[in-house]
Structures are given as C-alpha cells and as structure tokens.
C-alpha cells in the first residue's frame, strides 16, 4: 500500500515537470561580464532536447541569442544582440532583447494623471516618455533563480517613485523554453499603491538569421481588424480602426514589404510600420493567437501568443546600421518586434483597456513564441 502510494507521488512529480513542458531543457549559467560599480552579470543558456537554445542575461532580462533551425535543420540565431556585456550597457535605448517596463511603448507628454495626481515622467522620445524612461527595465539588474525545471526566473523591485511611477512594484518574469520550441514569458507584478504596468520583451527578430539582411520579404498574418493610428509623435489618437483596406490589414499572410512604402499617412507617421494592432480574441486574459510570421527562403515560422490585448508591430526603421554580434551590421528593417502590450498611452485614455494595477491585485501576463518550418510554396 506504501509502496504504491510512494509510486503514486513520484509519478505526479513527473507529471507535473511533463506538463510544464520543459521538463527536459537543460539550464546553465555562466558569466557575463561585470557592470561598471563590480556587480558580476550572468547569462543563463536553456537548450531543449532539439538543441533550440535561448541565452538571457540578467542585465535588462535580455535575450541574447536565439537558435532555431531551418527547413533543413540549419540552425541560426534570429534575434538582433550584442556579443559583450558593455555593448548592452553602451546601447540601452536600441532595447535589443530586453524586458520592458514599467511602461511599454509612449505615454503623451511623458505624464497621466492617476486617482487625481499627476505622474510626471521622463521625457525620452520628443515631449514623449518611451518604454518605462531613461532607466525602464531594460538597464535593471535583475535577481536570477535557476529554477528546478529548467525555467529562469528573473526577479526586479521597482522602487516606488521609479522614473516617475508610484508604488514600490515587484516583477518576477519567468522564461520558458519548451520541447514544442517554444520561448514562453510569464511576467507578474503586485504593487503597494495604485500604479500603472505594461510589461512586454523587445525582441528583435530575423528569421533568416540575424544581420542577413531586411525583413521585407517575411510573410506577416496578425489576428487584428483594427489597429489604433496614431499623431505624428507616435501617441495614439484614441480611434479604434479598421484594417479594412488599409496597408495595415494582415489578416492574411502579406509581405511586410508588400505595401510599406505605399503613400499613407500612418506609415510615414511611423516611418514604415510602429503601430499597435487590436487583437481579435475571445474573452480576456486567456492565451490566444496573435501573429504569424514565415520566411520563405528558410522556412523558418514564429508563431506569437498571449493574453494580451494588443500588439505593436515595429519594422526596425530606426535601425541605423549599428554593429552587433559577431561584427554583422543592423542597417533599417533588417529586423521586426512584435511586442505583447496594452495599448500605447492607456493612461490617457480611459477607453482603452486599463493598465491600472492596485495592492491587492497580481498583474499576470503570458506570451509565446513558437518556432516551426514550413516546406517550400
Ligand atoms: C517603438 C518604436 C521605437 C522602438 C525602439 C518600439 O517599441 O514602437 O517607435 O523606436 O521601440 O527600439
């Protein structure tokens, strides 16, 4: 009776670890380098039984690298990053792989105003405050635990009055690299005053490998029927529209090339696409399809989930040729982010769904990244 009992226990432990799905990605740490005041950085690698490996670093939560194979099996490494660790700290604002926050993307003329009291927050985009300010999440240290399944978990304490935002928030962002080659990314946060949070990862992406070239030639579907345009500052005008014959309709798989340099307002706004898109989805919260990206020539497919409500679409066109891993050149659009959000500038517009986060409360988000091939067309 014992005995089976015993059976019994074991066999849910490794149940459980199965459907983590992760049970058997292999995680090792090494260092990174060290920041300029001595703290030691470190860079996690999680490799899954396919050989797809992500490597993070704990300065800014960054992905670092990420190989994923071709129709063929060849791997690369699709993400835009730098080799050193004083690249990272040089380079903040290219937010190459980082976690962003508080705030991702713009607040209007860096403030909102929240149970009456006006936030003031740096203004580091124009008249504008952009993805959390001069020192957002992406240039925190965060506290790395290995965690007993192979996942990372990467803790940070915003202190209240950070870049502007009340409340002390904690933020504890778990990354996840599963055996269906996936890169999950759970971020959670409580807070002890009525605050604002937007969290989202700034991967940038090429799937024909990093530094090989634009990313026109993608084939892009987003799961949206409306995006919300925006001034010329980039800050949305609180319309809600339509894709519907608009260069911004990808309800089917388009070539992010296909209409970029087309004579539209929006997209000279934006310089080629920045915008955010209005997820279709049923029901909130839940995890649900967002986009779906193809390379033809490599066959390499993501495909982006999450509980989010929107998503903003940015085709690197303030990339400007800057020098990344292994000496490749980033010149614009050679790659693309798709980052995982509540809409820009929620806290201006009550009708947008709230950012608001109050003690008591757990903010939770998740978003996937799955990689996959598809056979020549
Ligand atoms: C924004 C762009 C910005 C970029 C910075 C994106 O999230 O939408 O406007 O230039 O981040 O890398």
Same mark, same amino acid.
């Given at each position: ?55 993070? =670093?704990?300065?800014?939560?960054? /992905?670092?690298?990420? +190989?994923?194979?071709?129709? @063929?099996? #060849?791997? %690369? ?113 409580? =807070?002890?005053?009525?605050?604002? /949070?937007?969290?989202? +990862?700034?991967?940038?992406? @090429?799937? #024909?490998? %990093? ?167």
């Amino acid at each position: 009776m014992q005995l089976i009992s015993r059976w019994g226990k074991c066999a849910a432990i490794v149940m459980l670890a199965a459907a983590a799905g992760n049970a058997a990605t292999k995680l090792t740490e090494a260092d990174f380098g060290r920041m300029p005041d001595g703290a030691v950085i470190k860079i996690y690698s999680l490799t899954n039984t396919h050989g797809v490996q992500a490597r993070i =670093t704990n300065y800014g939560g960054a /992905v670092v690298s990420l +190989n994923v194979p071709d129709r @063929n099996g #060849k791997m %690369a490494d699709v993400v835009l990053g730098f080799d050193t660790l004083p690249e990272y700290v040089a380079n903040p604002t290219q937010y190459f792989g980082a976690l962003i926050g508080r705030y991702g993307n713009r607040i209007a003329n860096a403030r909102f105003t929240l149970n009456g009291v006006a936030c003031t927050l740096p203004k580091n985009n124009g008249a504008n405050s952009l993805h959390g300010g001069d020192k957002g999440f992406f240039t925190r240290v965060w506290t790395p635990r290995a965690l007993p399944n192979g996942d990372l978990e990467l803790s940070y304490v915003s202190k209240d009055g950070e870049e502007g935002y009340p409340g002390n928030l904690s933020v504890t962002v778990t990354y996840s690299l599963t055996d269906a080659d996936e890169l999950r990314i759970d971020y959670s946060a409580t =807070t002890d005053k009525d605050t604002v /949070v937007n969290l989202t +990862n700034h991967s940038y992406f @090429n799937l #024909k490998g %990093a530094g090989s070239g634009d990313i026109l030639g993608h084939l892009l579907m987003l799961k949206a029927d409306r995006f919300t345009p925006v001034n010329q500052g980039l800050i949305p005008t609180g319309e809600l529209r339509s894709v519907a014959g608009t260069p911004f309709d990808f309800r089917k798989l388009t070539a992010i090339g296909a209409r970029i340099e087309q004579n539209d307002e929006q997209l000279k706004f934006g310089q080629g696409y920045d915008h955010n898109w209005v997820l279709s989805r049923t029901g909130t919260g839940s995890l649900a399809p967002a986009a779906r990206m193809e390379e033809p020539s490599s066959g390499r497919v993501l495909e982006v989930s999450t509980t989010e409500p929107g998503i903003q679409f940015y085709t690197g066109n303030f990339l400007d040729g800057i020098k990344g891993k292994g000496g490749q050149t980033y010149p614009r659009r050679s790659a693309f982010c798709l980052e995982t959000q509540h809409f820009p500038d929620s806290p201006n517009h009550p009708a947008f769904p709230s950012t608001v986060l109050k003690p008591g409360q757990r903010y939770r988000t998740t978003t996937v990244y799955r990689f996959s091939t598809v056979a020549a067309k």
